[in-house]
């Protein structure tokens, strides 16, 4: 059969152009000969084409390419976000009290202990729980040659799985994109000298709650309650307002059920006076 019969039958189609072609270029070869560049003939059987394949064929790996997500660049009025907040806290009684990125970073931003401001760093950069932030070590950070990632571990479980609930592993890997991040991370683990199953915050929980309880009062109060769960909170919601998949959000947050991360996408539909326009009753 030849390489067009077999392209007309729908065998290749659907791959990859350049899979497709070392395909054909396979299938072609026949009894006929080739001279190398030494002038002797080859026979073109597969042993000849697997060894002579150009690279990034078959069996090689092609050079990378910059992958990127496709939603890159989005404009929020964080303004008007804030101001619509306390409706959406008053309407949806299941939905967190969360904070926005400029609050985010103006409560970092009065955060002066290295210590500190590792641990809030990490909860709003990776959704981290306190208590999988409290439980890091240098070996929670792995380099796989592509990128930094941290590795979570959900320690404690609570209530009876859902029917819906997906089978997951107790770890998660989160990768950390922001260069400002990943130098804040050398430079702790560096000034620590830390081994690797050290402790990077050898305190608990209550204590960071405090500490942030402190640095809202320093700042001037907020409307609601701001813990370190609020962090994680803020993290999801970060990444819908950015169009991240919601199946992936839940991947990154630990969740069994995605119903438990659905919640979140209720401060895309609060606002909704623009849906409104251009419809006219009189």
């Not at 997951?168 to 400002?180: G, L, T």
């Not at 402790?199 to 640095?215: A, D, G, W, Y």
């Not at 996408?265 to 623009?274: F, Q, R, S, Y």
Request: with cysteine.
């Amino acid at each position: 059969m030849h390489t067009s019969e077999l392209t007309q039958n729908g065998l290749i189609i659907g791959l990859s152009h350049h899979y497709r072609s070392n395909i054909e270029l396979l299938l072609s070869f026949k009894c006929s000969n080739i001279k190398t560049c030494n002038g002797q003939s080859k026979r073109k059987d597969g042993k000849y084409f697997l060894t002579n394949v150009e690279p990034g064929g078959l069996f090689q790996g092609k050079p990378q390419r910059n992958l990127r997500f496709p939603i890159q660049h989005v404009h929020i009025d964080f303004d008007r976000m804030m101001a619509k907040r306390p409706q959406l806290l008053a309407t949806i009684d299941e939905m967190p009290s969360y904070l926005l990125k400029p609050e985010v970073f103006r409560l970092l931003s009065r955060e002066t202990d290295p210590m500190y401001r590792l641990i809030l760093d990490l909860m709003w950069s990776t959704g981290a729980r306190v208590s999988e932030a409290l439980a890091l070590t240098p070996a929670s950070f792995i380099h796989d040659g592509y990128d930094l990632q941290v590795v979570l571990s959900i320690l404690k479980r609570r209530g009876r799985p859902k029917k819906t609930a997906v089978i997951r592993s107790p770890k998660r890997y989160i990768p950390i994109w922001d260069p400002v991040l990943q130098s804040r991370i050398r430079e702790y683990l560096f000034a620590r000298r830390l081994n690797q199953t050290d402790r990077l915050f050898p305190i608990c929980r209550q204590t960071v709650n405090r500490h942030i309880k402190r640095l809202v009062e320093e700042g001037g109060g907020a409307p609601f309650r701001i813990s370190s769960h609020t962090l994680r909170h803020s993290f999801a919601i970060h990444l819908i307002l950015h169009g991240r998949p919601l199946k992936y959000v839940s991947q990154l947050l630990g969740h069994r059920s995605i119903e438990s991360t659905e919640i979140y996408t209720k401060v895309l539909t609060n606002d909704g006076a623009h849906f409104m326009e251009g419809v006219e009753f009189h």
